[in-house]
């Protein structure tokens, strides 16, 4: 499903370069359950945003399916993200203007399925996720787990085949984290590749595989 060649990536401000990933592979078979821990500014997330194709990256490559996706253009970047590609942000990232219904509704906007089937399956899975009673609330209104349950159904609506999660349970008690777990062992019991990032031994636990990255390569 995954597989990074050698990728490298830095960040530049101002006259200073700092290498962040310095060639990193990875090989994530289609239905593996992957977590990837690794200190705080150790890349986690810069690497998740290529494999999300929110970023590209410098040097390396990427295959996603067998596409190879460091060739492609922008366009076809972001077909692939909004067709294959459920992402769960590090913080949420809804948009605060729109209802939670909205906010759920967004990855479906340019896909081709009739509105009235969008919508039907955006209430089936609010309806799932316990959210059905706020879809109408805009989401400064909810708890962070609502939040996070909203960043979720988000990313699930497009039924896609890779699901990447930055820190899902971040700042979440317990039960909400317990919730979240559970949604992810379904989703990927029904067939998804998941690929999580996480500081929690627990939450990794439930990975199939524990990878860290440190020093810019994954170990
Ligand atoms: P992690 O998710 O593991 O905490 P990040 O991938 O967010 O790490 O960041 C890795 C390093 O890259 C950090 O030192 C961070 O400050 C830096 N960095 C991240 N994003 C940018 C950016 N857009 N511009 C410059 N530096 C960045
Ligand atoms: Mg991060």
Known sequence: MIDLKDVRKHYRSGNLKS????GVNLQVKQGEYVAI???SGSGKSTMLNLLGTLDVLDKGEYKLAG?????????????????EIGFVFQ????IPNLSVFQNVLLPLTYGR???????????????EMGLLDKKNQKPDRLSGGEKQRVAIARALVNEPGLILA???TGS????????ILSLFDRVHEQGATIVVITHDQEVADRA?????????VLV
């Not at 290498?19 to 310095?22: C, K, N, T």
């Not at 596409?67 to 067709?83: A, F, Q, T, W």
């Not at 979440?172 to 919730?179: A, G, K």
């Open 113 to 127: 399925k009739r509105l009235g089937k969008k919508k039907a399956r955006v209430l089936a899975l609010l309806d």
């Open 37 to 39: 821990m690794g200190k």
């Open 172 to 179: 979440l008690d317990e039960e909400t984290t317990e919730n």
């Open 67 to 83: 596409k190879s996706v460091h060739k492609m253009s922008r366009g076809k970047r972001v077909r692939l993200r909004n067709e």
């Open 91 to 94: 913080h949420f990232q809804l």
């Open 19 to 22: 290498e962040v990933l310095r």
């Open 208 to 216: 199939g595989r524990i990878l860290r990255l440190q020093n810019g």
């Open 166 to 168: 930055d820190e899902p």
